[in-house]
C-alpha cells in the first residue's frame, strides 16, 4: 500500500513537472509581451529611467479606439483610493484590496505629482506597503512608478518600474503600452516564484486592466458581470483538476484521472491567460467536466455489472 501511494505520487509529481516546462517554454513567451509589436519593445520608453540597469522586463500593448484625450482621464484616476484598477476587482477584493465597484470619471480623482502614491491596497492594510510612487509624470500621457520587487522591504531602495504610456495613432484610436522592468533575482527561491507565481498572476490582472481600460474608454462599460463567469470558470476547473489528482492517488486505475489533470490543467492555462471568448470557456469546462466524469461512469457501470452477472 505505502510503495503504490509513494509510487502515485511520484507520478504525480513527473505530471507536474512536464506540465510545468510546458508552460516556461512555451506559454510564458506568449505573455510576457503580450500585444506589443518588435519595435515597441526595444525603443526605450518614458518610466525607463526609474530602473535604468534593469535586468528583466516586458512591454504590453493595447489599441483602444478613442482619442488620447478620452483615454487618459481613466487611466490617471488608476488607483485603489481613486477609480480601482478596471480589473478582475471580485478577485482583488477577496485578498482585501477594498477597489470601488463603480466606474465614474472623477476630475479630483486625476491629479497627480511626482511623488505621488499609486495604492494598491488601502493604506491602513499590508503593513501600508502596498503601494508604488510617481516617478515618472507627463501629464495626458505617462505615468511612470517606482515600485519595489517582493521580497524588498521599505527601507531599501526601489529596485522596480511599472509604466502606463498612451501613445496617438491617429486621431481616434491611442495605443496603450504598459512596461514593467526590474532588477535581477539573487536567490534561486525568489527566481522560481517570479516566474511560477507572481508573473502568470499579474498577467492575467494586467491583461483584464487592459483590456478594462480600453472597453471603458470605447463603451463607458468593461463587463464587470462578464469578470465574475470567467473567475467562476476558473474555480470549477481548479477545482476538478485537484479531484483529478487526488484520484490519481486513490483510483486502482490511474491512467484516466492522470488524462483529466492535463485536460484540467490544459483547460485552466487557457481559461486564465488566455481569456477567451465565452463560449470557448463554457466549451473547455465542459472537456474538462468529461474527462474528469466520464471514466468514473464507465468504472461505476462495469462495476454495477459484474455485480449483475454475480
Not at 512536464?18 to 510576457?32: D, E, H, T
Not at 468504472?299 to 452477472?309: A, D, F, S, T, Y
Amino acid at each position: 500500500m505505502v510503495v503504490r501511494v509513494l509510487s502515485r505520487i511520484l507520478l504525480l509529481l513527473v505530471a507536474l513537472t512536464v506540465l510545468g516546462a510546458v508552460f516556461y517554454l512555451f506559454v510564458r513567451p506568449s505573455y510576457l509581451n503580450w500585444g506589443s509589436t518588435a519595435e515597441e519593445r526595444s525603443r526605450p520608453l518614458p518610466g525607463d529611467e526609474i530602473v535604468p540597469n534593469a535586468a528583466v522586463g516586458e512591454t504590453r500593448a493595447i489599441t483602444i479606439h478613442a482619442p488620447v484625450a478620452d483615454v487618459w482621464p481613466w487611466l490617471a484616476q488608476t488607483g485603489q483610493d481613486r477609480g480601482g484598477f478596471y480589473s478582475f476587482d471580485l478577485l482583488e477584493n477577496l485578498v482585501g484590496c477594498e477597489m470601488p465597484t463603480v466606474d465614474v470619471l472623477r476630475t479630483e480623482k486625476q491629479v497627480w505629482q511626482l511623488g505621488d502614491k499609486l495604492w494598491m491596497y488601502p493604506a491602513d492594510a499590508a503593513g501600508g506597503a502596498g503601494f508604488a510612487t510617481l516617478r515618472s509624470y507627463v501629464p495626458g500621457r505617462v505615468l511612470g512608478f517606482g515600485t519595489r520587487m517582493i521580497g524588498t522591504s521599505l527601507d531599501e531602495p526601489e529596485n522596480g518600474s511599472w509604466t502606463f504610456v498612451l501613445e496617438p495613432v491617429d486621431a481616434d484610436s491611442t495605443r496603450l503600452l504598459i512596461r514593467g522592468r526590474g532588477a535581477a533575482r539573487h536567490s534561486l527561491l525568489g527566481h522560481a516564484f517570479d516566474r511560477g507565481i507572481f508573473e502568470p498572476i499579474h498577467f492575467v490582472m494586467e491583461r483584464r486592466m487592459m483590456i478594462g481600460l480600453k472597453q471603458i474608454a470605447e463603451t463607458g462599460s468593461r463587463g464587470r458581470r462578464l469578470n465574475n463567469v470567467y473567475i467562476a470558470l476558473w474555480v470549477i476547473t481548479a477545482t476538478l483538476g485537484l479531484v483529478s489528482a487526488v484520484r490519481v492517488l486513490t483510483r486502482p486505475n490511474w491512467k484516466p484521472p492522470l488524462l483529466a489533470l492535463v485536460v484540467a490543467a490544459t483547460a485552466f492555462q487557457i481559461l486564465t491567460l488566455g481569456q477567451p471568448p465565452l463560449l470557448i470557456g463554457l466549451m473547455l469546462v465542459a472537456l474538462t467536466v468529461a474527462a474528469v466524469i466520464g471514466p468514473s461512469r464507465s468504472q461505476h457501470q462495469e462495476v454495477r455489472g459484474q455485480l449483475v452477472r454475480a
